[in-house]
């Protein structure tokens, strides 16, 4: 090589630097960079208002520069297990609560009622039974649901809300809401209540034909005034509001924290498995699939607690006027019903094909439901509702 031959032009040089000069910005400008709390995963297809601060998971997210690689780390999986744990342990507490209550309160009235009637005649044997059996089936047993899982729920709630820092108010910060906007999700739960009512019944009919019973629920006598009061205000008034402000409000918003779509498919299937009988966990999962959908992306409770009010006032009206007999409003409930349930088909799919159900990225993935695996309380409160079922499924055979 001739030692007068230069290695680069001037142009070159010039335009070597300008390149490197360009990196440096671009690596400058990434190592400034500030994720947003609130869509760490940057995920396009989540609802900002909803999700809530990553930081409490991830504190140096607030860091510029900071980096959330596609694998968790040790601190990370803690902090996510952490939410999951309480989560599970708030409703792993409210089974127990409610549990003991229902059982205390009985065993009170039976004491009680078995003082009065020993000092008017002798007892049998088999009084305990007997005086159980009354007070399930009488009014007093409705008021006792209704005061004990309106209380628990709404108590959960507030001591939950506050052991993960999310203000009550923050729960009903309702945007791009309307009357019309409720009213085609009305219709659309009540297309969910109709399909999944027969898949309940063709699930009944399978494990019955292979000798195995399912429970359901006992229904009430509404032709008793009281017991028709007593279940028109719980489930057309404390159900649907103090239900979801506990599993729409403090168990999704914390589910959420990572995807809002393992929130959703998560906090439905608790709710399903909540009720702890097959035909009502099928409702109960798809109908929170509606639900926790609407308000995550409207940032509100306020539309699930109105599609839960008009669902379940819809079918208390139908089971009214069956019990009483009403020919006429029965047809007339019906002919409604349909009509509103084909709203609702029209409703569901302009919402498939133009509406977008939240998705999860790859860190998402890595972040979801392979940790509940390894949060112990939201294994145990999952097991002690499915072996509740399983129990009673068991006795019935």
Not at 283 to 306: C, M
Not at 340 to 368: D, K, S, Y
């Amino acid at each position: 090589m001739n030692e007068n031959q230069e290695i680069f032009t001037a142009e070159q040089f010039r335009a070597q630097a300008v390149e490197l000069s360009q990196a440096m910005a671009e690596l400058h400008r990434r190592d400034s960079r500030r994720i947003d709390p609130q869509d760490p995963f940057e995920n396009e297809t989540e609802f900002h208002d909803f999700q809530p601060d990553y930081a409490e998971i991830v504190p140096q997210i607030r860091i510029p520069g900071c980096r959330i690689p596609l694998k968790p780390n040790d601190r990370e999986k803690r902090n996510i297990r952490r939410f999951l744990n309480i989560v599970g342990g708030f409703l792993l507490a409210h089974m127990i609560v409610s549990n003991v209550l229902g059982i205390g309160i009985e065993t009170l009235f039976v004491a009680l009622i078995s003082l009065v009637d020993q000092s008017i005649t002798d007892l049998p044997e088999n009084y305990s039974m007997i005086a159980s059996d009354y007070f399930w089936g009488s009014s007093s047993a409705q008021a006792m649901s209704l005061l004990i899982y309106g209380i628990t729920n709404v108590m959960i709630v507030w001591i939950g809300c506050r052991a993960t820092k999310i203000p009550i108010p923050n729960l009903f910060q309702t945007k791009n809401f309307n009357a019309m906007t409720a009213f085609g999700y009305i219709c659309v739960g009540l297309l969910i209540q109709l399909v999944t009512g027969h898949m309940a019944v063709g699930v009944d009919t399978i494990f019955e034909s292979l000798g195995i019973p399912i429970y359901e629920p006992e229904t009430e006598d509404l032709t008793d005034q009281k017991t028709l009061i007593i279940s028109v205000i719980y489930s057309c008034l404390v159900a649907p509001v103090t239900e979801e402000l506990l599993m729409r409000g403090f168990v999704l918003k914390n589910l959420s924290r990572v995807s809002q779509k393992f929130g959703i498919v998560m906090s439905a299937f608790l709710f399903g498995i909540w009720h702890e009988n097959a035909g009502q966990f099928i409702l109960a999962f798809f109908g929170g699939l509606l639900f926790g959908y609407i308000d995550v992306k409207h940032n509100s409770l306020v539309p699930s607690i109105i599609c839960h009010i008009f669902i379940n006032t819809a079918a208390e009206i139908s089971y009214l006027c069956e019990s009483y007999g009403w020919d006429t409003a029965t047809m007339i409930v019906d002919s409604a019903y349909m009509f509103f349930v084909l709203i609702g088909l029209v409703n569901l799919i302009r919402m498939l094909i133009m509406e977008r159900f939240p998705t999860t990225t790859p860190l998402q993935a890595e972040r979801g439901l392979r940790q509940v695996f390894a949060s112990p309380l939201m294994l145990i409160v999952i097991a002690g509702h499915i072996g509740a079922a399983v129990f009673i499924t068991l006795r019935m055979t």
